[in-house]
């Protein structure tokens, strides 16, 4: 079965940048479609971005249009999160996870399902925004 690696978190001031990594063991991963989703104390499992498993269908929560970028490497098995102007409310434990699509359910809809829909998930690492 597949397993999901996070890595990339760390603290960083506000307006600062971080590229989380997801990296994928199994040669399956290919078949994947493959979300980041976040968690804060107190609140809600959060869906920030998914990719279908072909990488043409993208899917971003409102808060994080236009500073975080999803893509895959399918030749290093890997799903980046590249998170620009970053502020305090994005601090979360960000997880990544991973479920096979099917024929009718859009990968927004997947995004926003969240731990409904995906069943692989990694162990998550932290983002802290603070100065």
């Known amino acids: 079965q597949l397993q999901l690696v996070e890595s990339g978190g760390g603290l960083v001031q506000p307006g600062g940048s971080l590229n989380l990594s997801c990296v994928a063991s199994?040669?399956?991963?290919?078949?994947?479609?493959i979300g980041w989703f976040r968690q804060a104390p107190g609140k809600e499992r959060e869906g920030v971005s998914c990719?279908?498993?072909?990488?043409?269908?993208?899917y971003y929560t409102d808060s994080v249009k236009g500073r975080f970028a999803i893509s895959r490497d399918g030749a290093k098995n890997t799903v980046y999160l590249q998170m620009n102007s970053l502020k305090p409310e994005d601090t979360a434990v960000y997880y990544c996870?991973?479920?096979?699509?099917?024929?009718?359910?859009?990968?927004?809809?997947?995004?926003?399902?969240?731990?409904?829909?995906?069943?692989?998930w990694g162990q998550g690492t932290q983002v802290t925004v603070s100065s």
């Open positions: 996870a991973a479920t096979l699509p099917d024929r009718i359910t859009t990968i927004k809809e997947m995004c926003v399902l969240g731990r409904r829909r995906f069943g692989i």
């Open positions: 199994g040669y399956t991963f290919g078949y994947y479609a």
């Open positions: 990719i279908s498993n072909g990488g043409d269908e993208l």
